[in-house]
């Protein structure tokens, strides 16, 4: 029945209402399972069907709000977050934390677009079944979902490129590499570090231009409660480092290093899959090249 006396804000269209009776009178912190993209205004909130000004609350998570006023949430008070992806620039996009809950999603409609945030994917609902889909870009939606670097070739044959502005989270899925505009398949380039990237061959003789596209969505470790323990060498170099849920591990990595304490294979562990990275240097012991391979 509340819902129908909600005060609805001129213009907004929504998908989601998430509502929430305030029990506890120190109960300012509103949690729910649905994510959203933060900082783009993509929520509308409501405290018993009154519209709620931004600076009553802030966004404290993708899955949470926090009102910045002391006991400013009463006993019985009636909460409604409202999802505006009107204000969402690439179209009647929904966002969902896992594959698993895009396939549970209600009544998806022919060409409707989806973010699976954990992926780090867009989908896109076609024939009957949700297919990846390369978000065609503007000007409007890089802002929006993405950070952007462009550089300039100038060595075609300098196949290690370093990001100056942008970090991402290799493995991860969150990075696009374009040349003159055209994606770059995964296969053609490493994911070094979190700041470099090595290709497998020579840049294109007519390549002008490089872009990186870094998604703007939390890491796995930025989205989920977790530890970190590190075991070490007797010499102080990092042995293990072991990312654990609970009881369950998540991700586990061993270093092993050459006479001049260079990391000569790092190999990670995670679920199923095994990624070793071996590594070599030049006499000045910068890394030269990095090889990867997945068992």
Not at 104 to 112: A, F, G, I, S, T
Not at 230 to 259: A, L, S
Not at 264 to 269: A, I, L, N, S
Request: no cysteine.
């Amino acid at each position: 029945m509340a819902l129908q006396w909600f005060y609805t804000r001129a213009g907004a269209q929504y998908r989601t209402d998430i509502i929430v009776t305030i029990e506890h009178l120190d109960e300012q912190i509103i949690e729910f399972d649905t994510p959203y993209i933060m900082g783009i205004q993509m929520l509308d909130v409501y405290v018993n069907g009154i519209y709620q000004p931004r600076d009553k609350y802030e966004e404290e998570s993708v899955n949470s709000i926090r009102f910045v006023e002391e006991d400013y949430l009463k006993e019985g008070d009636i909460v409604s977050i409202r999802f505006n992806p009107s204000n969402v620039n690439l179209g009647d996009i929904r966002v969902v934390p896992t594959y698993a809950k895009l396939l549970q999603l209600d009544n998806p409609v022919r060409n409707e677009v989806a973010l699976v945030t954990s992926q780090r994917k867009f989908f896109i609902y076609e024939d009957g079944m949700w297919v990846e889909f390369i978000i065609p870009f503007t000007t409007q939606n890089v802002g929006i979902m993405f950070a952007q670097e462009t550089q300039e070739v100038t060595d075609h044959t300098h196949r290690t490129i370093t990001l100056n502005e942008l970090s991402y989270s290799p493995g991860m899925g969150n990075l696009l590499v374009f040349i003159n505009g055209k994606k770059v398949d995964q296969n053609e380039y490493v994911e070094v570090d979190n700041k470099t990237i090595l290709f497998n061959q020579n840049l294109p003789e007519d390549a002008e231009t490089i872009e990186f596209l870094v998604a703007n969505t939390d890491t796995w470790e930025d989205s989920n409660n977790h530890k970190v323990t590190y075991t070490y060498y007797e010499n102080g170099n990092i042995h293990e480092e072991i990312v654990t849920v609970g009881m369950d591990v998540i991700k586990y990595t061993e270093f092993m290093y050459d006479e001049n304490d260079n990391i000569v294979q790092e190999v990670v562990t995670k679920g199923t899959k095994t990624i070793i990275k071996n590594y070599s240097y030049d006499s000045s012991g910068n890394i030269e090249e990095v090889t990867v391979a997945i068992v």
